[in-house]
């Protein structure tokens, strides 16, 4: 017999569904390019964003210039999560861009994972053969480890044992695969009990390089998305922050 209880209990189970289905037809997709530094938190923050949305992100990771190369070429991004400030300025400039904030401040760190030794000494003795950093043409932290190269008045010196990572994610696999024995590496790219063993890590003094400001932006092809303003807001809440601030990165 079918009784009232059985009623309500269908109707229960029709009235999922039907929530279930609206929210499949609701989700939208989100093409985000992200700089290959923060592309391990990125994977973090999908699993999150994805997980209360509904939406779904389709991340695309390489250097800042490449990825700045492809959105100004007409490539279909909707956000844009640069490793520097200039680019998405730049974009904004032009009308490619709005609503430009900064998502991660980075800090550069020296990783010496052989001689466990890392330091200004350890470069000075130049007792190495390869020392890796990011094509500083591409990549702000390439910039950075330039920039704190110049500091030690070592960067000329240098030169014909430095090896150029095209993205810093490049960098940190020549540093692990033996094809340089230490390297500048993003702060963010280290396990916690990495950054912690003695001799592994140098974070270099603040004033030896300029901060690395990461800002994000809402490109031109993402205004129509809802998902992707969605996923802007998602980066300002106070719940990506704390992720963000996990990875190594500070926060504003």
């Known amino acids: 017999m079918f009784t009232t209880k059985n009623l309500m209990s269908a109707l229960a189970v029709i009235s999922t569904m039907l929530v279930g289905l609206l929210a499949v037809a609701q989700a939208e997709v989100v093409r985000i390019a ?5 592309k391990p938190a990125m994977d973090e923050l999908e699993l999150v964003f994805e997980e209360q949305s509904g939406h779904d992100l389709l991340v695309s990771a390489g250097s800042t210039g490449k990825l700045y190369a492809q959105i100004i070429n007409g490539a279909p991004y909707d956000v844009f999560l640069s490793a520097d400030q200039e680019r998405p300025r730049r974009l904004v400039e032009v009308s490619r861009a709005q609503d430009r904030f900064t998502y991660a401040v980075g800090r550069i760190v020296l990783l010496d994972p052989i001689a466990k030794s890392a330091g200004p000494d350890r470069l000075e003795q130049m007792s190495f053969r390869r020392l890796a950093i990011a094509n500083p043409e591409l990549a702000p932290y390439g910039q950075a480890a330039r920039q704190v190269l110049t500091t030690l008045g070592l960067f000329e010196a240098l030169q014909d044992r ?6 810093i994610g490049q960098t940190y696999a020549f540093i692990w695969t033996g094809n340089a024995e230490l390297g500048f590496v993003a702060l963010s790219q280290l396990d916690p009990e990495v950054r912690e063993q003695t001799g592994l890590v140098w974070i270099p003094p603040q004033e030896s390089s300029d901060p690395i400001r ?5 490109l031109r092809h993402g205004g129509e998305n809802a998902a992707a303003t969605d996923f802007i807001n998602f980066l300002k809440s ?15």
């Open 238 to 252: 106070e719940k990506a922050k704390a992720l963000i601030r996990g990875h190594g990165y500070e926060t504003e």
């Open 34 to 38: 992200v700089a290959s530094n923060f």
């Open 162 to 167: 430095i090896v150029l990572g095209e993205n």
């Open 214 to 218: 990461q800002d994000a932006v809402l």
